[in-house]
């Protein structure tokens, strides 16, 4: 493998990022006049009628959710959150929602293969993604596909223990995608894109008012891509398509209903990755192209997603909410996995075995949320209360064809081409997994104003899940109801240092029940744990720009570790271990004059294992994110916009798997207006050409080379 050479690729990243903002600094405006921050919602619309729930006036001051399930500010949550924010996303091209977490303080994206991939932070997989504040567990942290960010209006990370969002998860954080909802205003765009390995893309977002006086409303956003990649004869496939209708019903209730469904084609997909390890300890290095799959292999998937969502005001203070989600997937495959049986690689290339394998999936998911929220007064002050009620039922079925004839699993030397391995003959086909698990929750929350200064957010989670069948959920062994019950508690404080200023400190315990099976085929325990955040948080440049420092402790008992590796029934076996991480993290994210934004993120860590000695070294211990954009205005050009973003990584390694030192990549863009109406915008992903792999968790996979892009915006 090449040398990654990050420190002069990374210093020469943080001078063209310094220049950015320096560039930006020296343009700065008055204050007058410059937008809030993301963290702080817009101002509400005058309205005339003021004893009724007024729809547009909601629709200009939304406010997620997602990170307390109460109506509270970034700078004001006890936890570390960063959002990604819809501008980010496309200044940066990144239309799946790998790339897009790339980006987040302390997230890592472990894209161990094609199409299924862990996201992590603080040292442990994120078990826990939400749409609009909602959703399940990920099965073992795993994601199928990715979903294209056009569908959304940012992306939410909400960093550390998630008992307050669901009573139950791990110490790492949630994920929370924002939908984009209908506005007050006609109009959208369209969007076109091509570029470097074959890439097509295009992309529509419209709004329109469906009513006289605004009260409903309508948008339908879609995106199509299409392109090859850097891996040999990988060809992916995506087409994305989402509606919403919202309006008022009666003077005193507003509802919502949105559609959407994605289908992925990818043709040539990798299942498993690169054995790079040989038998003399040495580590193999192909070109950036190497892949295990054949040109028979395909893996297709399609997902449809529905929602109603009705808010009813109870007076001024209160509203009651209810939310009803469905979702239905299906999965097509042909794979192909190309294992060693000691993990290992001959000098020649030679060691490898072939495996087929051919499924069909479906699974579906519903969830009812009922939650009645507001504002309260007491020992004469206001405060804040949420209550409510969840049930998620979550189910999956997947059917696997026998192999009535197949060619030899002996595979030639690596690396070799798509044809090495015909496509075997298919038999009868049979249920492989069959699983079906339900929670109910019940929750509460308040966010207290205990004094002028200082505020306390105390919530309270009781879980009951239940879990059936044979399938992920069950690792094999038969599940007949399997029950949990569990109530988790969540404290939160923040102290008022000054106006712009504020201390915090928060606490919850974890706990999780875990798919993962034993040596002996028995499911390992629940994992129970510990988390506790302490950190500053600070508003600059009259609220434009926000500062972070955090620091976490996490315990998390008994928590599934890989053991060993079965290579007969071709599976891994697990055992629980108790992990410690500890850790800092810092950020800013905001503007720094009225044409400049900035963001950096530093994450640090330590992860012990029971012995006190260094665990899971495939987790980088050090992460730094840094972004930068600004508008040429000082220099006459105002139409054009500039950035550029970096992010580098300390080394990883896998015993008895590959090593990969530390790096960095860059990448930039440019954006100028042609028009009021029209805007080109160029983008170099991977600037300077580095070469590394994007994961050796489970083996390895290289990282895509220099690609470029460039897209014509145009406003409908």
């Given at each position: 493998?090449?040398?990654?050479?990050?420190?002069?690729?990374?210093?020469?990243?943080?001078?063209?990022?310094?220049?950015?903002?320096?560039?930006g600094a020296a343009q700065a405006q008055p204050a007058t006049g410059i937008e809030a921050p993301?963290?702080?919602?817009?101002?509400?619309?005058?309205?005339?009628?003021?004893?009724?729930?007024?729809?547009?006036?909601?629709?200009?001051?939304?406010?997620?959710?997602?990170?307390?399930?109460?109506?509270?500010?970034?700078?004001?949550?006890?936890?570390?959150?960063?959002?990604?924010?819809?501008?980010?996303?496309?200044?940066?091209?990144?239309?799946?929602?790998?790339?897009?977490?790339?980006?987040?303080?302390?997230?890592?994206?472990?894209?161990?293969?094609?199409?299924?991939?862990?996201?992590?932070?603080?040292?442990?997989?994120?078990?826990?993604?939400?749409?609009?504040?909602?959703?399940?567990?990920?099965?073992?942290?795993?994601?199928?596909?990715?979903?294209?960010?056009?569908?959304?209006?940012?992306?939410?990370?909400?960093?550390?223990?998630?008992?307050?969002?669901?009573?139950?998860?791990?110490?790492?954080?949630?994920?929370?995608?924002?939908?984009?909802?209908?506005?007050?205003?006609?109009?959208?765009?369209?969007?076109?894109?091509?570029?470097?390995?074959?890439?097509?893309?295009?992309?529509?977002?419209?709004?329109?008012?469906?009513?006289?006086?605004?009260?409903?409303?309508?948008?339908?956003?879609?995106?199509?891509?299409?392109?090859?990649?850097?891996?040999?004869?990988?060809?992916?496939?995506?087409?994305?398509?989402?509606?919403?209708?919202?309006?008022?019903?009666?003077?005193?209730?507003?509802?919502?209903?949105?559609?959407?469904?994605?289908?992925?084609?990818?043709?040539?997909?990798?299942?498993?990755?690169?054995?790079?390890?040989?038998?003399?300890?040495?580590?193999?290095?192909?070109?950036?192209?190497?892949?295990?799959?054949?040109?028979?292999?395909?893996?297709?998937?399609?997902?449809?997603?529905?929602?109603?969502?009705?808010?009813?005001?109870?007076?001024?203070?209160?509203?009651?909410?209810?939310?009803?989600?469905?979702?239905?997937?299906?999965?097509?495959?042909?794979?192909?996995?190309?294992?060693?049986?000691?993990?290992?690689?001959?000098?020649?290339?030679?060691?490898?075995?072939?495996?087929?394998?051919?499924?069909?999936?479906?699974?579906?998911?519903?969830?009812?949320?009922?939650?009645?929220?507001?504002?309260?007064?007491?020992?004469?002050?206001?405060?804040?209360?949420?209550?409510?009620?969840?049930?998620?039922?979550?189910?999956?079925?997947?059917?696997?064809?026998?192999?009535?004839?197949?060619?030899?699993?002996?595979?030639?030397?690596?690396?070799?081409?798509?044809?090495?391995?015909?496509?075997?003959?298919?038999?009868?086909?049979?249920?492989?997994?069959?699983?079906?698990?339900?929670?109910?929750?019940?929750?509460?929350?308040?966010?207290?104003?205990?004094?002028?200064?200082?505020?306390?957010?105390?919530?309270?989670?009781?879980?009951?899940?239940?879990?059936?069948?044979?399938?992920?959920?069950?690792?094999?062994?038969?599940?007949?109801?399997?029950?949990?019950?569990?109530?988790?508690?969540?404290?939160?404080?923040?102290?008022?240092?000054?106006?712009?200023?504020?201390?915090?400190?928060?606490?919850?315990?974890?706990?999780?029940?875990?798919?993962?099976?034993?040596?002996?085929?028995?499911?390992?325990?629940?994992?129970?744990?510990?988390?506790?955040?302490?950190?500053?948080?600070?508003?600059?440049?009259?609220?434009?720009?926000?500062?972070?420092?955090?620091?976490?402790?996490?315990?998390?008992?008994?928590?599934?570790?890989?053991?060993?590796?079965?290579?007969?029934?071709?599976?891994?076996?697990?055992?629980?271990?108790?992990?410690?991480?500890?850790?800092?993290?810092?950020?800013?994210?905001?503007?720094?004059?009225?044409?400049?934004?900035?963001?950096?993120?530093?994450?640090?860590?330590?992860?012990?294992?029971?012995?006190?000695?260094?665990?899971?070294?495939?987790?980088?211990?050090?992460?730094?994110?840094?972004?930068?954009?600004?508008?040429?205005?000082?220099?006459?050009?105002?139409?054009?916009?500039?950035?550029?973003?970096?992010?580098?990584?300390?080394?990883?390694?896998?015993?008895?798997?590959?090593?990969?030192?530390?790096?960095?990549?860059?990448?930039?863009?440019?954006?100028?207006?042609?028009?009021?109406?029209?805007?080109?915008?160029?983008?170099?992903?991977?600037?300077?050409?580095?070469?590394?792999?994007?994961?050796?968790?489970?083996?390895?996979?290289?990282?895509?080379?220099?690609?470029?892009?460039?897209?014509?915006?145009?406003?409908?």
């Open positions: 493998m090449k040398s990654a050479r990050s420190l002069p690729l990374f210093t020469r990243s943080a001078c063209a990022l310094a220049t950015l903002a320096a560039l993301s963290s702080t919602a817009p101002a509400a619309t005058p309205e005339t009628t003021v004893d009724t729930v007024v729809v547009t006036a909601k629709r200009e001051r939304r406010v997620s959710k997602g990170a307390t399930n109460l109506r509270m500010e970034a700078k004001d949550t006890p936890q570390s959150i960063s959002t990604l924010d819809r501008e980010t996303l496309r200044d940066f091209a990144t239309t799946g929602t790998h790339d897009a977490l790339r980006l987040g303080t302390g997230i890592t994206v472990d894209e161990w293969e094609t199409n299924r991939t862990n996201y992590s932070a603080r040292g442990f997989d994120i078990m826990l993604t939400q749409v609009d504040g909602l959703g399940m567990a990920n099965d073992w942290g795993l994601v199928v596909g990715q979903q294209d960010t056009y569908l959304f209006e940012s992306i939410e990370l909400i960093r550390g223990a998630n008992g307050l969002l669901t009573g139950v998860g791990n110490a790492s954080g949630t994920i929370n995608y924002v939908r984009k909802r209908p506005t007050n205003r006609n109009g959208g765009e369209v969007v076109a894109t091509g570029g470097s390995n074959g890439l097509k893309r295009l992309a529509v977002d419209y709004n329109q008012v469906l009513s006289e006086d605004g009260r409903w409303a309508g948008r339908l956003v879609a995106a199509h891509e299409d392109k090859d990649s850097h891996l040999r004869d990988l060809h992916d496939r995506r087409s994305s398509v989402y509606g919403v209708v919202e309006g008022q019903i009666s003077q005193d209730g507003v509802l919502t209903a949105g559609l959407s469904h994605g289908l992925a084609r990818q043709r040539s997909p990798m299942w498993g990755s690169l054995t790079l390890r040989r038998a003399d300890g040495s580590q193999a290095a192909y070109d950036v192209s190497a892949s295990t799959s054949q040109d028979w292999t395909r893996w297709n998937t399609q997902t449809t997603q529905a929602f109603v969502e009705y808010t009813h005001a109870l007076g001024t203070d209160w509203e009651a909410k209810a939310v009803y989600s469905h979702a239905q997937g299906q999965s097509d495959t042909k794979l192909f996995y190309a294992y060693s049986l000691t993990g290992q690689l001959e000098q020649d290339g030679t060691g490898l075995y072939g495996w087929p394998y051919r499924s069909e999936g479906e699974s579906s998911s519903r969830s009812l949320d009922l939650s009645l929220s507001g504002r309260f007064g007491a020992w004469g002050r206001q405060h804040e209360a949420v209550v409510g009620v969840n049930h998620s039922r979550q189910s999956s079925m997947t059917e696997a064809y026998a192999v009535a004839s197949a060619p030899s699993a002996v595979l030639p030397a690596f690396p070799y081409d798509g044809d090495v391995y015909a496509e075997p003959a298919w038999g009868a086909k049979s249920v492989a997994e069959d699983g079906d698990q339900r929670i109910t929750r019940l929750y509460a929350a308040t966010r207290l104003q205990l004094g002028e200064r200082l505020k306390g957010v105390l919530g309270l989670n009781a879980i009951d899940l239940r879990r059936d069948g044979t399938s992920i959920y069950g690792g094999g062994v038969a599940l007949e109801n399997e029950t949990t019950r569990k109530l988790s508690p969540y404290v939160g404080a923040t102290y008022d240092l000054s106006p712009e200023a504020l201390a915090y400190a928060s606490y919850s315990d974890i706990y999780q029940a875990q798919d993962q099976r034993d040596v002996q085929g028995r499911f390992l325990a629940p994992m129970k744990g510990l988390n506790a955040e302490v950190g500053l948080k600070a508003e600059w440049l009259d609220r434009r720009l926000l500062t972070t420092v955090a620091l976490f402790s996490a315990r998390q008992k008994g928590l599934a570790t890989e053991a060993g590796f079965d290579p007969v029934s071709q599976q891994s076996y697990y055992t629980g271990k108790d992990v410690d991480s500890r850790g800092l993290e810092l950020e800013a994210s905001g503007r720094v004059s009225a044409d400049t934004r900035v963001s950096a993120g530093l994450s640090a860590l330590r992860l012990t294992g029971p012995d006190g000695q260094d665990i899971y070294e495939w987790v980088p211990r050090r992460t730094l994110k840094l972004r930068a954009d600004t508008r040429l205005s000082g220099l006459g050009l105002p139409q054009l916009r500039v950035g550029a973003g970096a992010r580098w990584q300390s080394a990883v390694s896998k015993s008895g798997g590959a090593h990969q030192g530390a790096y960095s990549v860059a990448d930039a863009f440019a954006a100028y207006e042609l028009s009021p109406v029209a805007t080109v915008r160029v983008n170099l992903q991977n600037l300077f050409n580095t070469q590394y792999l994007r994961t050796v968790q489970y083996g390895a996979i290289y990282g895509a080379p220099r690609t470029g892009s460039v897209s014509l915006e145009y406003k409908i």
